[in-house]
């Protein structure tokens, strides 16, 4: 493609400009100075539903509904956390565009969902199920593996890959 396919013949010699957006993505590394060495010990690598649970348990105190999605790496190791969306009381606005954008950017080999019911009732609804098969869909025609979407409650959680959702 060359100006003249896009402006045509220059024939008085005028200056001509074209503008265009460049996407560039711009990564935040965080440091947390607390002293928690066991809390993420290097890498952490999860294998099942209840270590994610236990990493995450602390969104059974928050008052919002939180989405969170964990980018993992080949070995199901943390690359990044994107915090999704932060919603109202028992809803959070989450579209898979949003969703993946960052997973792509962030080179994710795999995702992992996790959200929060302030209502401490971990059990999906007609709405969890519905956004995790949606999610489901895209990451099979984008190449990224949908391990877990898992719903965190007061004192349990509930994984949609161990019910065989996912």
Same mark, same amino acid.
């Given at each position: 493609?060359?100006? $003249? %396919?896009?402006?045509?013949?220059?024939?008085g010699?005028?200056?001509?400009?074209? =503008?265009?957006?460049?996407? =560039?993505?711009?990564?935040? %590394?965080?440091?947390?100075?607390?002293?928690?060495?066991?809390?993420?010990?290097?890498?952490?690598?999860? %294998?099942?539903?209840?270590?994610?649970?236990?990493?995450?348990?602390?969104?059974?105190?928050?008052?919002?509904?939180?989405?969170?999605?964990?980018?993992?790496?080949?070995?199901?190791?943390?690359?990044?956390?994107?915090k #999704?969306?932060?919603?109202?009381?028992?809803?959070?606005? #989450? @579209?898979?565009?949003?969703?993946?954008?960052?997973?792509?950017?962030?080179?994710?080999?795999?995702?992992?969902? #996790? @959200?929060? @019911?302030?209502?401490?009732?971990?059990?999906?609804?007609r709405?969890?199920?519905?956004?995790t %098969?949606?999610?489901? $869909?895209?990451?099979?025609?984008?190449?990224? =593996?949908?391990?877990? @979407?898992?719903?965190?409650?007061?004192? =349990?959680?509930?994984?949609?890959?161990? $019910?065989?959702?996912?």
């Amino acid at each position: 493609m060359t100006i $003249q %396919t896009l402006f045509g013949e220059n024939e008085g010699n005028e200056t001509r400009s074209i =503008r265009m957006k460049v996407i =560039r993505p711009v990564w935040e %590394t965080l440091t947390i100075n607390e002293v928690a060495s066991d809390y993420i010990g290097g890498r952490a690598r999860f %294998t099942s539903s209840r270590e994610v649970f236990a990493l995450f348990n602390f969104l059974k105190y928050e008052t919002k509904e939180h989405f969170l999605a964990l980018h993992l790496d080949s070995k199901n190791r943390i690359l990044c956390l994107d915090k #999704v969306s932060s919603g109202s009381l028992n809803a959070s606005i #989450v @579209h898979p565009r949003e969703v993946f954008k960052t997973a792509l950017l962030s080179s994710a080999a795999a995702i992992l969902f #996790v @959200h929060n @019911h302030p209502s401490g009732n971990p059990e999906p609804s007609r709405e969890d199920l519905e956004l995790t %098969t949606r999610l489901k $869909q895209a990451g099979d025609l984008l190449g990224l =593996r949908v391990l877990d @979407h898992i719903i965190i409650g007061e004192d =349990r959680y509930v994984s949609l890959a161990d $019910q065989g959702l996912v």
